[in-house]
């Protein structure tokens, strides 16, 4: 089955160009289209799977460009990780697709939504099957435009169609770091596969700087500090885009692409300490803003940026299976989260959670739902978060960093804190404006369900209850590149553990008790701290006077130039040729025309002053016949001598 | 004018002479009485000169052999078509006053060129060698006349005939008083 | 005895007489006669190289006669003609006859 793997993604495309040719008139089934396609693609991925399992690790390969000693082909490769990826990307697509049925069920574009999505899906799939960084980056690429067409899907609002410009252009400069690093890569390997390049030779000061570019287009697709910027605003696209683009799927292209590139960080010592710092920080960074932000989605948004830089801890670390599987851990509990998200906003209308309170109540499903997600988000054991969370903490203990241990342990607490504070505002007290929620019809609440039952379960593959199989399975074939210790697992274990039950009590503490009255004090001493975080550390305003300012003086500037001088210059030229044409019609009009009216008059003097011959007059005629026989007869006379 | 020749002989004056005298005194005043004739205030008596310069003119056939000729031209000539002439004056008026100019503005015109015309024609005449032909004609008889005419030259005859109808009924036609 | 160019000369004299007169008189009239000296000289020409040329067919008389005959045609016609213009125009001035003017 592995052999007819690169049909995995045939099936998705197949349902894109059916929904956006035939989308008008099919409506609704549009949605049965997309989601078979999904849940094919799931099949075959399980087949792929079992196959790969049986010991099947090949890959096709189709012949696209030859040069003189270097060639680029298209293939597909199954490994642990594409495995892994493939199964994760397929099923929670195919059941936030089911979930959009309800969820989109009153747009008026339903049919194009899905038609995008299943272009997303597509794109995806070929992402994590590319055996070379040429098929990689063109449908890395595509992610980003169906990231985009998503995000500012209702583009009636200008918010929405801003935030998709914001998306599009800061993971491009992302991306355009990336292509550098594959052009790098390219001049001094000669190929872009991957398994190729693993073993290749070639300038090794090259490769180091190719790591770092590659690094910096993970970290604009990822949604890291510095490119972060984009993700929060990406939250006007509708919630299940959220789900699947932004939290479970495309925001983990980055880790996905360090992930497959780890050989070359790992060979390439700096790259992929850095990895490390720039995962940690971000993680802790992006936390503290959740912590104190009011619109549901943003503060989901947060916590993605933060748990992606918790992925990139992890896999900095040396933890190439830690990071991994909090990948896939995290894409079921975000995306449930969202969903969850979007179930309340669907239901109460509102995105400010301010307004919200004691839902839990009227919500049965949805809010169980949420407090499961919640849980697994905090790192509680058993549930999945605990296991991957912990994974991440004890290889960076363990690998000698215990700098970037204990900003996980931080953030892993504040973790706890945003989301319980999340919950009880949202679920619990009384309502704090007047709000008449229903629950969400069974299209919605199924999916919900069971991505809340593989929140709880999917941490157990990677426990010790199975004996590690995930971190066996996730084997990186060149472990040697690093130093692998075990050690004080049950140390950390206590450590996480204390952790998100500190992060809850504390959450429980300041909203549950004495109506918040902890919650005011606190923000009332610190509200100088308070403001710079609630406004985001004002990275955005920064990037604005610093980056965007300029870039559009320097726009208008060349607009004005255009404008000024070029237009310019083509209206002179249109001037002159409408002066040479009044000059030609004055031309034509007083000197041809002058010409041929000149001669008419003269004709008609002329015939004026001849016909005066006409005197009527019988002996005037005669008179003149004889003079002219006479100068004849005179003529004659002369030459005749 | 042999005859006459012979005739005049007898008499013993000098008959050359006296000829060609005679001969020149009626040619100047044949061309006096058409100058008069031309230049005449009374359009009638242009008429009058113009018989006697038509009269004038038959006495110098005489001189040429042609006395039929010199006959037919004072009978037909002076007899009828000036006493057309004086009729047409007559008829048409204005013959009394003597104060209308007879004669148009391009009069120096005309003079000069019927004096230049003159000049050319007296100059190609004396210019040319005329020689006399041998044996002359002693003049054509009245009965040898009306035979050619009726032999050799009938066809014109004929025409002349036709042409005279024409004009006798043109005459008509044109003078009839319109209804 | 006469030399032959004197007849001839003579016959050009009346000619250009008759020609100024031609073009020269204003009574339509005066114009025919004018007219008819012309002719008359043309006869004197064919009379004398009749006799001077000597043929023995008389060709030079016969042709006056038909000349006459013409001229007594052409008088007639003519002076019909100019009754019926002065029955029109009340006026048998050549120079007052000016309808083709310009």
Known sequence: ?641 | MSGLIQQLNNTGLPQEFMLKAIFYIIAASTVFFAIRMVISPNVFHGAIFLALALIGIACIYLYLDAEFLAVIQILIYVGAIVTLFIFAIMLTASIQDRTIKQTNEQVLLSAIVAFVFLCFFVTIIRRNPWQAAASKAEGLALAQLGRLLMSAYVLPFEVISLILLAALVGAIVIGKARK | MIPQSHFLILSAILFCIGLFGALTRRNAVGILMSIELILNAANINFITFNKFLGSSDGLGQVFAMLVIAIAGASAVVGLALIIAIYKNAKTIFADKINLMKW
Not at chain 1, 348 to 365: E, S
Not at chain 1, 416 to 429: C, E
Not at chain 1, 437 to 459: D, K, V, Y
Request: hydrophobic share 55%; charged share 10%.
């Open chain 1, 1 to 641: 089955m592995v052999k007819y793997s690169y049909l995995i993604p045939l099936f998705p495309f197949a349902a894109f160009v059916i929904n956006i040719l035939f989308g008008r008139r099919i409506k609704k089934l549009s949605a049965l289209v997309a989601i078979l396609a999904s849940a094919i693609s799931f099949f075959l991925s399980l087949a792929a799977f079992i196959g790969y399992l049986g010991g099947n690790g090949s890959y096709t390969v189709v012949r696209w460009l030859d040069f003189n000693a270097a060639s680029l082909n298209f293939g597909v490769t199954i490994d642990p990780l594409t495995c892994m990826m493939l199964l994760v990307v397929s099923s929670v697509g195919t059941l936030i697709q089911v979930y959009s049925i309800g969820y989109m069920s009153h747009d008026l574009r339903f049919s194009r939504f899905f038609a995008y999505m299943a272009l997303f899906m597509c794109s995806m799939l070929v992402l994590v099957l590319a055996d070379n960084f040429i098929m990689l980056y063109i449908f890395w690429e595509g992610v980003g435009l169906c990231s985009y067409l998503l995000i500012s899907f209702w583009f009636e609002r200008a918010s929405a169609a801003k935030a998709g410009m914001k998306a599009f252009i800061t993971t491009r400069i992302g991306d355009t770091g990336l292509f550098i690093g594959i052009l790098m890569l390219f001049s001094a390997a000669g190929t872009l596969n991957f398994k190729a390049l693993e073993h290749s030779s070639g300038n090794q000061a090259l490769f180091t700087i190719a790591a770092f570019l590659i690094l910096c287009g993970a970290v604009g697709k990822s949604a890291q500090f510095p490119f972060h910027v984009w993700l929060p605003d990406a939250m006007e696209g509708p919630t299940p885009v959220s789900a699947l683009i932004h939290a479970a799927t495309m925001v983990v292209a980055g880790v996905y692409l360090v992930a497959r590139t780890f050989w070359l960080f790992a060979m390439h010592q700096p790259s992929l300490i850095w990895v490390a710092y720039i995962g940690a920080g971000t993680a802790l960074f992006a936390a503290s803003i959740a912590t104190v932000n009011n619109d549901i989605k943003r503060i989901l948004a947060y916590s993605t940026i933060s748990q992606v830089g918790l992925m990139l801890l992890g896999l900095g670390v040396g933890g190439y299976s830690a990071g991994a599987f909090h990948l896939m851990t995290h894409a079921f509990f975000k995306a449930l989260l969202f969903l969850c998200a979007g179930s309340v906003i669907h239901a109460v209308g509102t995105q400010d959670i301010q307004k919200m309170g004691g839902l839990l109540p009227k919500l049965k499903v949805t809010g169980a739902t949420f407090i499961i997600a919640g849980l697994a988000i905090a790192g509680v054991p058993p549930l999945s978060g605990f296991w991957s969370k912990d994974e991440i903490l004890s290889e960076a203990l363990n690998n000698g960093h215990p700098v970037l241990f204990a900003i996980g342990l931080m953030t892993s607490l504040l973790t706890a804190f945003y989301i319980f504070r999340l919950i009880f505002l949202v679920l619990f007290g009384k309502p704090r404006s007047e709000l008449h929620p229903h629950e969400s019809p069974a299209t919605m609440t199924i999916p919900l369900s069971i991505l809340a039952f593989f929140s709880i379960i999917a941490g157990f593959v990677g426990s010790p209850f199975m004996n590690h199989a995930f971190q066996n399975f996730m084997v990186f074939p060149q472990e040697s590149y690093i130093p692998h210790a075990a050690g004080a697992v049950h140390l950390v274990m206590a450590f996480s553990t204390l952790a998100a039950f500190s992060g809850i009590g504390l959450a429980y503490s300041f909203y549950m008790l004495n109506n918040k009255i902890l919650a005011y004090s606190v923000r009332s001493k610190f509200l100088f701290l308070y403001r710079i975080i609630y406004n985001k550390y004002y990275i955005d305003e920064i990037y604005e006077i610093l980056f965007i300012n300029p870039c559009i003086r320097l726009s208008r500037l060349s607009f004005k130039f255009d404008l000024g001088v070029i237009d310019a210059g083509v209206n002179a030229v249109a001037q002159v040729t409408v002066i040479i044409g009044k000059i030609k019609s004055w031309f034509d009009k007083y000197i041809i025309d002058g010409a041929v009216n000149g001669l008419a008059k003269t004709v008609r003097l002329s015939s004026g002053l001849l016909r005066r011959v006409q005197t009527g007059l019988v002996q005037n005629y005669l008179l003149i016949a004889f003079f002219g026989l006479l100068i004849l007869i005179i003529i004659k006379f002369i030459k005749a001598g």
